[in-house]
């Protein structure tokens, strides 16, 4: 395992640091055990969602787990003021 005082060595860009074989090699076997431990669960649903549709949407509410929308079902409004907004039909013309 790489300690934090290593990882700010090398992170340090005014610092030149030699890296060995054996230590890139478990940086990068860290750092992906990281990203595949820290996949969020709705993460496959939507990537799922997204290569079958070409989108996916995941819903983030205050205090509530992210929810997969079903991007069949999803409406995307950029003049909606809010939820129940009727715009006023314009008049046919005589």
């Known amino acids: 395992m790489i300690t934090d005082e290593r990882l700010e060595e090398l992170a340090n860009d005014k610092m030149i640091c030699k890296v060995g074989w054996d230590e890139r090699v478990s940086m990068a076997q860290e750092l992906l055990a990281l990203r595949k431990a820290t996949a969020p669960a709705y993460h496959e649903e939507a990537k799922n969602l997204a290569n079958l549709y070409g989108v996916s949407f995941v819903v983030f509410r205050y205090n509530e787990a992210p929810a997969v929308a079903d991007p069949t079902k999803v409406i995307i409004s950029f003049t909606d ?10 008049e046919a013309p005589c």
């Open 81 to 90: 003021k809010g939820f129940g907004h009727k715009p006023e039909l314009p």
